[in-house]
């Protein structure tokens, strides 16, 4: 696997400090791994971009610092809730002879027969899956072909995809889902909807009253009526 060059300088700034280096375009980063000191660097934000963009979080990376060219892969990645600009990056530092453990992200590719006809739809459980190999054969994504479901209940499992296992092992499970073809309208849905439904007519009937009630004391029979005049008292003194 090719690795693709980043230049990052030693960094002496740390702590709250390191906001200014991001004002100025530089994002704080250290490089750490098994049996290696831990080094805290820099890297220019618009250099990093390009790499990442490239390398993702199982390509290598050669890290320049100072005089040493040090094979890395992206570990963690801190990103901003907002601008989603990076905030910290952790470069872990790999032996190219050793095994390591990474999380590789699943890619959709194909087109579902289930979902072109509107059969099905398509549910995708799981994004990404957790690997071992050599730093030299991590691959970049592993592809999870659909052109095969065409039924509901169709499905496709760790056990299915088609990588080099003699190069890649796998830590998840064999038989979990990672692609299947789920009812339009899932039993589910329909009794949440019914729930909705007898919720919406129950509080319908509380606020139109019932028939053959009595409206309110004082409020005309029938809209538009003048209500009765009030007696007045007569006139006549009443017989000593």
Same mark, same amino acid.
């Given at each position: 696997m090719e690795q693709i060059p980043l230049i990052?300088?030693?960094?002496?700034?740390?702590?709250?400090?390191?906001k200014q280096l991001r004002k100025d375009g530089i994002i704080p980063a250290h490089v750490f791994g098994h049996k290696v000191k831990t080094v805290h660097v820099q890297v220019k934000a618009g250099e990093f971009h390009k790499v990442f963009e490239k390398a993702g979080e199982t390509g290598i990376i050669s890290l320049a610092v100072d005089s040493q060219k040090l094979p890395v892969l992206v570990r963690?990645?801190?990103i901003h809730p907002v601008t989603d600009e990076p905030l910290h990056v952790d470069f872990y530092q790999v032996n190219l002879t050793e095994k390591v453990k990474v999380n590789v992200p699943l890619e959709v590719v194909g087109e579902a027969p289930a979902v072109e006809k509107k059969v099905g739809l398509l549910l995708?459980?799981?994004?990404e899956v957790e690997v071992?190999?050599?730093p030299s054969d991590l691959p970049e994504n592993i592809e999870v072909d659909i052109s095969k479901l065409e039924n509901i209940g169709d499905e496709i499992r760790i056990k299915d995809l088609?990588?080099?296992?003699?190069?890649?092992?796998?830590?998840?499970?064999?038989?979990l889902v990672v692609a299947s073809i789920g009812e339009l309208?899932?039993?589910e849905m329909e009794a949440v +909807? #019914?729930?909705?439904? @007898? +919720? #919406?007519?129950?509080? @319908?009937?509380?606020?139109a009253? @019932?028939?053959g009630e009595e409206k309110p004391e004082g409020e005309a029979a029938e809209e538009g009526a003048e209500p009765k005049a009030e007696e007045k008292p007569s006139e006549e003194s009443p017989k000593e």
């Open positions: 990052a300088q030693k960094r002496t700034v740390l702590g709250r400090k390191v963690n990645l801190q995708t459980p799981v994004s071992e190999a050599l088609k990588i080099d296992r003699s190069k890649i092992e796998i830590q998840t499970d064999e038989e309208v899932t039993k +909807e #019914a729930e909705m439904e @007898a +919720e #919406a007519a129950e509080a @319908a009937a509380e606020v009253p @019932a028939e």
